[in-house]
């Protein structure tokens, strides 16, 4: 199916393009790097026990499986994305102020709910604006993209600095002040008017060609994807607070956060040279192996006498149990699926990602709260189960690529 030809308006690129949208990732992710290793550390500080945390992190997950699908889809149908785009920042920036109302638990869920309908679409939204700066003008996605990472690891070590000369209530102010300037960012965007194509999370795309996507290896790779993605949900829920009941201050927390993105974004650059010609089934079977073996690890760091420095090398393979899960499932995509349905291919891979994540983190509480940090080895028997539906791709895998 050809594309509708662009009007004379977006055949102009904006100036200052990529600039502009340096400036809205490096914005976008200072909160999301704030929020992830520290909004546990505020919930606790508050009182909630872990049952409590682990509902508060993983209903607004299963929500937004539902939500950021419809959101993004009406970006697409708006005269243009960036005036979405500005409206939801704008509309997080002010619920995000309802952590400063009494943090009671009722309070507290429905702000993090009514929050995450407007928060999450933010990133693919911005991912569609850049991408169509790319099928226009030739602009270097990576290049742009590279700042939300730089502003999120900077957010990871700022955000545990803060924390330590101050204490965990300073989460929220942190979280505002960091939705504002993604605000003042958001009003600079460059317009773009419609896309020409669905953007990857469009819910009509997801409809009409999902279907023809139901075939045994895809079903099996991105749901052994989700899962193994999934495993992570004990770590990314609780790790900061058991961090902390060991005496590690708020700074190293933050090291320990950054040191896992560093490593991640090293096997993004060193990918191809080491792995390029290693199928994905392969990829994606150490990339399960590779958590296996963090979640092993993370129990017996500190009985062991390892100390810090310890945590800093299992934090290390998060190059390969996120990072080359990541890479092994865009490869796939690649390499299988052709381009008129990859929209909704990235839509059923999200929509498992989600579902499975959510359920993990609401299993997490309770694990925390009876176990500690044991609640780790629940990990493994999950990773092992994608470890498995991976096995069943593989003997179901097409002998020849996709034809594009």
Not at 184 to 209: C, D, N, Y
Not at 227 to 251: C, D, M, N, R
Not at 259 to 281: D, H, K, Q, T
Not at 334 to 342: A, D, I, K, L
Request: with cysteine; proline share 6%.
């Amino acid at each position: 199916m050809s594309l509708p030809p662009l009007s004379p308006e977006q055949l102009v690129k904006p100036r200052h393009f990529e600039l502009r949208m340096s400036l809205i990732f490096a914005t976008l992710f200072i909160s999301l790097g704030t929020h992830l290793p520290y909004f546990p550390l505020w919930l606790e500080a508050k009182g909630f026990h872990a049952e409590q945390i682990a509902i508060i992190l993983a209903a607004p997950m299963f929500l937004r499986v539902v939500t950021t699908p419809l959101l993004t889809a009406l970006a697409d149908r708006a005269k243009d994305r960036a005036d979405v785009y500005i409206a939801l920042v704008a509309a997080t920036m002010v619920l995000s102020a309802g952590y400063f109302l009494e943090p009671t638990y009722a309070m507290v869920l429905a702000v993090s709910l009514a929050l995450t309908v407007v928060w999450t679409p933010h990133s693919p939204i911005a991912d569609s604006l850049a991408l169509s700066g790319v099928r226009r003008f030739g602009s270097n996605y990576t290049s742009m993209r590279k700042w939300g990472s730089i502003s999120y690891l900077c957010a990871n070590v700022a955000g545990g600095y803060i924390l330590a000369w101050t204490n965990p209530q300073a989460v929220p102010a942190i979280i505002l002040v960091s939705l504002a300037a993604a605000l003042v960012a958001g009003l600079l965007a460059p317009r773009m008017g419609r896309p020409r194509k669905a953007s990857p999370l469009s819910a009509t795309e997801i409809q009409h060609q999902a279907p023809s996507l139901f075939n045994p290896y895809f079903l099996y790779f991105t749901l052994g994807v989700g899962i193994i993605t999934a495993s992570h949900a004990f770590l990314y829920g609780f790790v900061s607070i058991y961090w902390k009941s060991i005496g590690i201050s708020g700074s190293v927390i933050g090291l320990l956060w950054a040191w896992g993105v560093v490593a991640e974004v090293c096997m993004f650059l060193f990918f191809n040279r080491i792995f390029a010609s290693v199928s994905v089934v392969k990829v994606m079977l150490i990339a399960g192996i590779g958590s296996i073996v963090r979640w092993i690890a993370f129990p017996l760091i500190w009985p062991l006498g390892l100390g810090v420095a310890g945590f800093f090398g299992v934090q290390t393979l998060h190059s390969v149990s996120v990072a080359m899960v990541l890479i092994g499932l865009q490869k796939m995509i690649g390499e299988t699926v052709s381009e008129e349905r990859t929209g909704a291919a990235q839509g059923i891979a999200y929509f498992f990602n989600g579902f499975f994540m959510a359920a993990v983190t609401l299993a997490s509480g309770p694990l925390y709260q009876r176990y500690g940090v044991d609640g780790f080895l629940a990990m493994i028997p999950i990773a092992i189960i994608g470890l498995a539906l991976i096995g069943l791709a593989a003997r179901s895998a097409p002998q020849h690529p996709v034809r594009r």
